[in-house]
């Protein structure tokens, strides 16, 4: 399994970004769950939000209302929309995958995730 972030890029304070995920290797149907982790600069990773194989999703609290996590099954892809953009927004995302239908409460933790991408870089002045 393969991911390829896309998207990042430098925006001002209030802009939007979209971010998308490519899943390829033939996997994508074997994948469960999909999320979207960031990690800003001198920072640990933490979960952005997470969408289930039932279309359950989840959101770390105060992105709520801000950013929404979709995915479009006939291209393969997890998009995550990210508006009114801060600068604390700033940091390296990563999009992860895994195979198991991975539990609510346990949707933004890392270590549920055992694919992941290389990171796409967002930075908001």
């Known amino acids: 399994v393969q991911l390829v972030e896309s998207g990042g890029g430098s925006v001002q304070a209030g802009g939007s970004l979209r971010l998308s995920c490519v899943v390829s290797?033939?996997?994508?149907?074997?994948?469960?769950?999909l999320a979207w982790f960031r990690q800003a600069p001198g920072k640990e990773r933490e979960g952005v939000a997470a969408?289930?194989?039932?279309?359950?999703?989840t959101y770390e609290d105060p992105l709520k209302g801000r950013f929404t996590i979709s995915r479009d099954d006939a291209k393969n892809t997890l998009h995550l929309e990210m508006n009114s953009l801060k600068p604390e927004d700033t940091g390296m995302y990563y999009c992860?995958?895994?195979?198991?239908?991975?539990?609510?409460?346990?949707?933004?933790?890392?270590?549920?995730?055992?694919?992941w991408g290389q990171g796409t870089q967002v930075t908001v002045s």
């Open positions: 969408i289930r194989w039932d279309g359950v999703t």
């Open positions: 992860a995958a895994d195979r198991r239908s991975v539990s609510l409460n346990r949707l933004l933790v890392e270590a549920e995730y055992t694919y």
């Open positions: 290797g033939g996997q994508y149907a074997y994948i469960n769950t």
